[in-house]
């Protein structure tokens, strides 16, 4: 089955503008992460929230999980033009993180 | 910051070599993970390791693949005999408990 599938495929805004990048998955979780790969480079791990966590806050990130839709969504604000990249979310499964499709944002300046 | 290192950065080799694919994950880290990406496919899962042995690995890791931890420090991707569609990012993961797994920069395989 697939596990962690994010919405949109693309998103383009303006520097300053906030980012909502969204993930849905199939199977219960322990915890869902986000991470973030610039362009032919390594993945970047941004947060983690764990299934019993509603919230979580790092920085300009907030992450929402809602178990009952098996839904998250990442939200960046205050965009940066550095913020450009691929957002991926990855689900636990056993030994081994199950990685979504990701999000391409861009931030134009 | 500890991080992840992998070498080499790029690798290119003809079909049916050998190769080896090198990590120094996080010193106090446990679990070690490979992954690969395939140009503009999704990350997928390969192998887990813990305590020297494989713990799960993926349909993608057959025979032709292995893994070592061959001293405290390194931990290998051996691809006996590459194939074209072999081809792809490969990633290193390590983490200290089975939950956040910090990434090397990747390898990327060129099969020619």
């Known amino acids: 089955s697939q596990q962690g599938e994010e919405d949109p495929q693309a998103l383009s805004i303006q520097e300053g503008e906030n980012a909502t990048m969204n993930c849905s998955y199939k199977?219960?979780?322990?915890?869902l992460q986000w991470y973030r790969q610039n362009s032919g480079r390594g993945l970047v791990h941004l947060i983690l929230?764990?299934?019993?966590?509603r919230e979580k806050h790092s920085g300009r990130l907030r992450v929402t999980l809602d178990t009952s839709k098996k839904s998250s969504s990442l939200l960046i604000t205050a965009s940066r033009a550095a913020d450009t990249a691929s957002y991926f979310c990855?689900?636990?499964?056993?030994?081994?993180?199950?990685f979504g499709a990701g999000t391409i944002l861009r931030v134009k300046s | 910051e500890p991080e992840v290192t992998q070498t080499p950065s790029h690798q290119v080799t003809q079909m049916g070599q050998e190769v080896i694919l090198r990590c120094v994950p996080i010193?106090?880290?446990?679990?070690f993970y490979w992954y690969r990406q395939i140009l503009g496919q999704k990350v997928e899962f390969l192998v887990s390791?813990?305590?020297?042995?494989?713990?799960?690995k993926s349909e993608i890791f057959d025979d032709q693949f292995s893994v070592e931890r061959p001293d405290g420090s390194n931990f290998t991707l051996k691809i006996r005999s590459t194939k074209l569609e072999d081809s792809a990012m490969y990633f290193c993961?390590?983490?200290?408990?089975?939950?956040?797994?910090?990434f090397g920069p990747g390898t990327r395989l060129t099969v020619t």
């Open positions: 993961a390590s983490s200290i408990q089975a939950r956040e797994q910090y």
């Open positions: 199977t219960s979780i322990n915890n």
């Open positions: 929230i764990r299934s019993n966590e």
């Open positions: 990855a689900t636990d499964k056993g030994n081994k993180l199950v």
């Open positions: 010193s106090n880290h446990l679990y």
């Open positions: 390791f813990y305590n020297n042995e494989i713990s799960e």
